[in-house]
């Protein structure tokens, strides 16, 4: 795990090799041991391809996370581990719901594949760039994502043959 | 009519079939076939969908289609108090579930800063040990279903029986325990619980030695498995693949020993590793793996530390059963724990640890509330399926069944 110390000169690093000049690094968080860096959506790929050549070659977890009542609410989580040195960092995007685009990373790390698919499918948040965007869990003809904090528990109606053309609107 | 025996209409209409060969300009040798495989299907190791492209009986191309028992474990986690949640989250991965609530557990331990007592860690490696040998029974057991020799499985579950056995003793439960809690485990081993296990310690090396003896050389099991479906470390760690798998391709990747959680540096074990990363050794590494979990599991036996089984912090854990009838303090923490929880400092936590099919890390975020605002799991088995359609790419249809029963995967976890 890189110390507070070590997370700060990462993150040093990558805004001064940042491709267009600016800064892609938002915010350093050290907590309980671990660095976080919260990076811009549109420099997703090149941290993380930077982050890459200072040996973080596994993506081991790419998940959602919903920060409703704060904004920007949605958050894109990629948990990188660099397996020589056994050092584990979190790079973070932070996006709205009006526009709730992020970069996909599964060209350059086909494990996202999957993953990118859950979080668009539970969240909504789309990864441009993605092979095949498609809902993995939920029903393709699902309406809503169900992950996220304003989406209730409950209350959907469970369609057996005597409810069927009640529940789905049809007519008997 | 005259002497000639009548012909029955059966015998009339068998002889008008010609099994001479349908001639036809297409070569069909060539023809892309896209078959349905599943979701209900006993191949497939619970409900999973998979969209296959065949050109005669190889393998062009491998779509799975998941969520069918996707039941929102994850949402409903959202909506419990942190201790509650710990029996939902042990149905994800139905075949591992002292490793999910240990992710869960550990996470939740970060977040509060909890130490765990050394018993209690040693108590959850023994019971973590016996649940990756259950797993890996159950595999060994569908397995070799799917290859078509039925006895394994009896004799697998019978040994899965005395593991249950000893869950059942431990906690009262045979699936689904509930017995790891957030600061340690919910009560001590019962009497009689060590020598019973011993018992079991002892005698599953030479159970292990009969399984490999029935198959390690059986002609079979080798041209079933030996050099089909291959794929290199590097695809794999590409894939994010982790666990047997990689192992299997000659990575010596285990979170056990990379980044020792709940005292595993403690113990002396070793990691077995694959050389090629085929079929063969996919199963092999599974089976060395018992060795040495029974090995790890015997010496935490063995050097069981004395002391409490779960943390004195009043706030976490629940107060002693005794203390209720003396001790008004310990009447009002055990009120605020059962009606409310505990509250968790605000913040994110992943904890990583080895679960029977790979790294399975839990994610928790807290929101300051005795509720977790997400709850998410990345299940080994979600992640590892992608490397399916990469692994039989070009194989007969035959090697991808095995390739799927040696891939291990439990939909449970999948869709959670």
């Keep these: 795990m890189p110390d507070a110390t070590g997370l700060e000169l990462i993150a040093q690093e990558l805004a001064g090799s940042a491709p267009d000049g600016e800064d892609p690094v938002l915010q350093t968080l050290h907590f309980r041991g671990r660095g976080t860096l919260l990076v811009r959506r549109e420099g997703i790929r090149t941290v993380l391809e930077q982050l890459r050549g200072k040996g973080y070659g596994f993506l081991s977890s790419v998940h959602g996370v919903d920060h409703y009542p704060e904004e920007p609410r949605l958050g894109v989580i990629y948990e990188l581990l660099d397996m020589a040195r056994v050092d584990r960092i979190t790079v973070k995007v932070r996006v709205s719901l009006d526009d709730p685009h992020v970069d996909s990373v599964t060209p350059q790390w086909p494990t996202a594949d999957h993953q990118e698919r859950e979080v668009y499918d539970m969240f909504g948040v789309v990864f441009d760039g993605h092979p095949d965007l498609r809902r993995i869990l939920m029903p393709e003809d699902y309406e809503g994502h169900p992950q996220r904090r304003d989406f209730p528990v409950g209350g959907e109606p469970v369609i057996f043959t005597h409810n069927e053309n009640e529940a789905m609107g049809t007519e008997p | ?300 036996l063995e050097g069981l530390p004395e002391g409490p089984h779960i943390t004195e912090d009043r706030k976490v854990a629940l107060p002693p059963r005794h203390e209720l009838a003396t001790s008004m303090e310990a009447l009002i923490h055990h009120f605020k724990l059962v009606t409310e929880g505990f509250r968790v400092p605000p913040g994110e936590v992943y904890f990583p640890i080895e679960s029977p099919r790979g790294e399975l890390g839990c994610f928790v975020r807290s929101d300051g509330s005795s509720k977790p605002a997400r709850v998410h799991m990345r299940d080994p088995s979600f992640v590892n399926l992608q490397a399916t359609s990469k692994m039989v790419e070009g194989s007969y249809i035959a090697d991808m069944i095995a390739t799927l029963a040696m891939l291990d995967p439990v939909l449970g976890g999948i869709d959670r």
């Design chain 2, 1 to 300: 009519m005259s002497g000639q025996p009548t012909m029955s209409e059966y015998r009339r209409r068998e002889q008008s079939i010609t099994l001479s060969p349908v001639e036809e300009q297409v070569d069909t040798s060539q023809e892309l076939l896209t078959l349905n495989f599943g979701p209900h299907h006993p191949a497939t190791h619970g409900v999973l969908r998979l969209l296959v492209t065949l050109q005669g009986e190889l393998v062009r191309d491998v779509k799975p289609i998941i969520g069918y028992v996707h039941t929102g474990i994850e949402k409903t986690a959202e909506d419990k108090a942190y201790w509650k949640v710990i029996p939902v989250i042990e149905r994800m991965d139905y075949l591992s579930y002292y490793f999910n609530s240990m992710a869960f557990c550990g996470a939740v331990e970060t977040l509060l800063e909890v130490e765990v007592p050394r018993r209690a860690q040693y108590l959850r490696v023994i019971h973590m040990e016996l649940n990756r040998i259950m797993s890996h029974l159950v595999w060994l057991g569908t397995s070799a279903l799917d290859l078509g020799a039925i006895s394994m499985f009896w004799y697998c579950f019978r040994e899965r029986e005395k593991i249950l056995d000893l869950f059942e003793m431990s906690s009262g439960q045979r699936m689904h325990t509930r017995y790891f809690q957030v600061g340690g485990v919910i009560e001590d081993i019962p009497d009689g619980f060590a020598a019973k296990l011993a018992g079991f310690l002892k005698e599953m090396p030479g159970r292990a030695d009969q399984y490999g003896a029935l198959l390690n050389k059986n002609e079979i099991v080798l041209q079933r498995l030996r050099g089909t479906c291959p794929l290199d470390a590097d695809s794999l760690l590409a894939l994010g693949v982790t666990g047997p798998l990689l192992r299997a391709a000659g990575y010596p990747w285990d979170l056990r020993k990379a980044d020792p959680y709940c005292c595993y540096e403690e113990f002396d074990f070793k990691i077995p590793v694959g050389t090629v990363g085929d079929n063969y050794d996919r199963y092999a590494v599974r089976l060395a793996e018992m060795y040495e979990s029974v090995k790890i599991a015997t010496q935490a």
